[in-house]
Nanobody
């Protein structure tokens, strides 16, 4: 079982920045596809960004392109989400998620739905004030 521990959430003013970090346990982190999701109370959880192995294989939700950047450090078993130019509508609980190699082998593209991810972090609150 892969354990995901998130940090970096908090309160920030509109226009500010935050960097979320997710530390993963496990011996084969480099073989996992990683993603960041967000969820607002009463709405479905949706993908923010995803990455497979390196930064050369990434996905971003349209509303996040140009503002958010996902990256990973396989040596440290971490995946980060740099969030710039934050807006009040970015306020949500952000989740780190992982797709194991057994599941990933079934896909030919970056997983983008909650159903395709095997492991989840506890979530971290991001609040952007006006």
């Amino acid at each position: 079982q892969v354990q995901l521990v998130e940090s970096g959430g908090g309160l920030v003013q509109a226009g500010g920045s935050l960097r979320l970090s997710c530390a993963a346990s496990g011996r084969t982190f480099s073989m996992y596809a990683m993603g960041w999701f967000r969820q607002v109370l009463g709405k479905e959880r949706e993908i923010v960004a995803g990455i497979i192995w390196t930064g050369g294989n990434t996905y971003y939700a349209d509303s996040k392109k140009g503002r958010f950047t996902i990256s990973r450090d396989n040596a440290k078993s971490t995946v980060d989400l740099q969030m710039n130019s934050l807006k009040p509508e970015d306020t949500a609980v952000y989740y780190c998620a992982a797709v194991g190699p057994r599941s990933l082998a079934r896909y030919h593209a970056m997983p983008r739905t909650t159903y395709e991810f095997d492991y989840w972090g506890q979530g971290t609150q991001v609040t952007v004030s006006s």
